[in-house]
Every structure is written in structure tokens, then in C-alpha cells.
């Protein structure tokens, strides 16, 4: 079985300060990881994803993660954070085979204080 | 834009009613999947659909139903609706292989009174 935790149900930076928001995940086999974000009253849009090859994947709007098999995390980054950027974050994970189903995290919800 | 659209955008029930929510997939999808997003949480996976049969099934019960039709489109059918069964309803289609990268709709926001 394959479950994600995401760190925080609530963060809150600055604007122009760095983002970090925190997923590990566990799974019996290698997995692909994802990062969705969900404005308000919206449904998800996919920021970025691992599934094979370099470990650090960049994504939209600036943001990026890394894969780090040894720790099980896959948290994501963001150099310098934007007021657009307040939104809610779901790390998701899924087998690297067949046509299997994605496993969300909680979510963290981000807020960009002016 | 992912171009997975989803009708209706919102819709209110009374407990005990039946409800159809309809998804269309992205251009060349031939995979979708429904997941039921409940206030504060994750979205929890309720079925997929290839090839207009179903695929593989979360832990819900069968009166959560569905169907795909020859065009890939897809219904997410919920009988004798439960207060609990308010949520927001996300349908991602997917092209089998690969990665199999899901896009989501915009999802439809169920009320249950």
C-alpha cells in the first residue's frame, strides 16, 4: 500500500521568502511523485512530477522538488514566494506501473503574507 | 486550461436522491478517473474507467457507480446520497502507458441537505 504525509497543514511566509513544503511518502515499489496546487473553488493543476530520470524536477510558476529515495521525501521549493502562490498544495504519489490510482497527501495550505 | 471538463459546477440534493455528475476527457485520454474531495482533506480515489470498463475501485460503496462511453466521456453516478457524500467531485482523464499523467477537471462542488 502506498500513503503520503504531508508536514504542516498550514504554512505561511513572506512575500520573497523561501518555500518549503513537506511530503514524504511510502510505497513497496519505486513510485512516480506529484505536486498539485488548488486555487479556491478550483479543481487540481499539476505543478510537476518525478517518474524516472534526474532526481530535481522543475515545475511551473518556479517551483521544483526533489526526489530522495533514501529519505522517502519529495518536498518542494520555491527561491523567493509570490502572492499568487497562496493556494493549497497536495503531494501525490502512484505505483510506476499499470494504470493505478493517485494517493494524496492532507494537503498544506499556503498563505503569502504581504 | 487542462481541457477536462466537468457539468455541473454545483448542485444541491436532498439525502436519499440520486445524482449524475458528467465528465468530459482531454483530446486522445482514454482513461478516467472520479476522486471525491471532502472540505479539508485529500482527494480519495472512487473508480477508474479504460476502455469503458471499470478498472480498478477505492474503498467506496456500490452505490457509488459509473459508466465511460465510446468517446472516452464519463458519469459518476451516486444513489440513496448520505450527508457525508457532500464534497467536491474531481474527474482526471489520463492516456494509459507511460506515465499515465492524470489532468483534473474543475470539479462539481455536491451538496447534500
Known amino acids: 500500500a502506498q500513503s503520503v504525509t504531508q508536514l504542516g497543514s498550514h504554512v505561511s511566509v513572506s512575500e520573497g521568502a523561501l518555500v518549503l513544503l513537506r511530503c514524504n511518502y511510502s510505497?513497496?515499489?519505486?513510485?512516480?511523485l506529484f505536486w498539485y496546487v488548488q486555487y479556491p473553488n478550483q479543481g487540481l493543476q499539476l505543478l510537476l512530477k518525478?517518474?524516472?530520470?534526474?532526481?530535481l524536477v522543475k515545475g511551473i510558476n518556479g517551483f521544483e522538488a526533489e526526489f530522495k529515495k533514501s529519505e522517502t521525501s519529495f518536498h518542494l521549493t520555491k527561491p523567493s514566494a509570490h502572492m499568487s502562490d497562496a493556494a493549497e498544495y497536495f503531494c501525490a504519489v502512484r505505483q510506476n506501473s499499470g494504470n493505478t490510482p493517485l494517493v494524496f497527501g492532507k494537503g498544506t495550505r499556503l498563505s503569502v503574507i504581504a | 486550461e487542462t481541457g477536462v471538463t466537468q457539468s455541473p459546477t454545483h448542485l444541491i440534493k436532498t439525502r436519499g436522491q440520486q445524482v449524475t455528475l458528467r465528465c468530459s476527457s482531454q483530446?486522445?485520454?482514454?482513461?478516467v478517473s472520479w476522486y471525491q474531495q471532502a472540505l479539508g482533506q485529500g482527494p480519495q480515489f472512487i473508480f477508474q474507467y479504460y476502455r469503458e470498463e471499470e478498472n480498478g475501485r477505492g474503498n467506496f460503496p456500490p452505490r457509488f457507480s459509473g459508466l465511460q462511453f465510446p468517446n472516452y466521456s464519463s458519469e459518476l453516478n451516486v444513489n440513496a446520497l448520505e450527508l457525508d457524500d457532500s464534497a467536491l467531485y474531481l474527474c482526471?482523464?489520463?492516456?494509459?502507458?507511460?506515465?499515465?499523467?492524470?489532468?483534473f477537471g474543475a470539479g462539481t462542488r455536491l451538496s447534500v441537505l
Open positions: 483530446s486522445g485520454h482514454n482513461t
Open positions: 510505497s513497496s515499489v519505486p513510485p512516480y
Open positions: 518525478y517518474t524516472t530520470g534526474a532526481t
Open positions: 482526471a482523464s489520463s492516456l494509459t502507458g507511460g506515465a499515465n499523467i492524470q489532468y
